[in-house]
């Protein structure tokens, strides 16, 4: 299994990212997928996780509504569109193939601020 994240960066607060995760290595296309995210000093939170078809999908209260998750099976991609963010959305964000992720990629790094 091979999860590979993208797409962070700094951005000032109500801006927008979009986040991507190339998998390998496993049949992407049956399982659900996940993004949790570990702010410094914090535990692992799990913030959203989308069906295997796309067709189901779950957020935290605290993105809802704000974040949108959605995948591409034909090229293996996991993505997480977030607007509207804050500087408490500032964290090590990580696709994973379970919700505890316990398997997942290397994190990519949002950073909001002013």
């Known amino acids: 299994v091979h999860l590979v994240e993208s797409g962070g960066g700094l951005v000032q607060p109500g801006g927008s990212l979009r986040l991507s995760c190339a998998a390998s290595g496993f049949t992407f296309s049956i399982y659900w997928m996940y993004w949790l995210r570990q702010a410094p000093g914090k535990g692992v939170e799990w913030v959203s996780g989308i069906g295997p078809v796309g067709d189901r999908t779950e957020y935290a209260d605290s993105v809802k509504g704000r974040f949108t998750i959605s995948r591409d099976n034909a090229n293996d991609t996991l993505y997480l569109q977030m607007s509207n963010l804050k500087p408490g959305d500032t964290a090590l964000y990580y696709c994973?193939?379970?919700?505890?992720?316990?398997?997942r990629g290397q994190g990519t790094q949002v950073t909001v601020s002013s």
């Open positions: 994973a193939r379970d919700n505890k992720g316990n398997i």
